[in-house]
Nanobody
Framework: QVQLVESGGGVVQAGTSLRLSCAAS????????MGWFRQALGKEREFVAA????????YYADSVKGRFTVSRDNTKSTVDLQMGSLKPKKPSVYYC??????????????????WGRGTQITVSS
């Protein structure tokens, strides 16, 4: 079992930056593909970003490419999401996720076994 705890959410203004962090409870963290999903109020959950177990590959939703950066530190069992140029958006919950080392479709939610409880972000205009 892997426990994921997100932090860094809050209320920010459009155009600013915010960094989310996710701490994992297990030593085998380095074997997991890690990612972020988000769900806005009244909308379906959507993929945001993911990073392979070795950090050799990263994946981004088109909507965040060039603005968000996902990174991981396997020595600390953490994965971060640096978000820039934030756009006004309904309150959204960002979830940290963990999946097996082999994830052929890292943008699909079914690839991920473990989910954090989420952290909420509101971007005001």
């Amino acid at each position: 079992q892997v426990q994921l705890v997100e932090s860094g959410g809050g209320v920010v203004q459009a155009g600013t930056s915010l960094r989310l962090s996710c701490a994992a409870s297990r030593r085998a963290f380095s074997t997991y593909t890690m990612g972020w999903f988000r769900q806005a109020l009244g909308k379906e959950r959507e993929f945001v970003a993911a990073v392979s177990w070795s950090a050799g590959s990263t994946y981004y939703a088109d909507s965040v490419k060039g603005r968000f950066t996902v990174s991981r530190d396997n020595t600390k069992s953490t994965v971060d999401l640096q978000m820039g140029s934030l756009k006004p958006k309904k309150p959204s919950v960002y979830y940290c996720v963990a999946g097996s080392p082999y994830t052929p479709r890292p943008m699909q939610s079914y690839e991920y076994i473990y989910w954090g409880r989420g952290t909420q972000i509101t971007v005001s205009s």
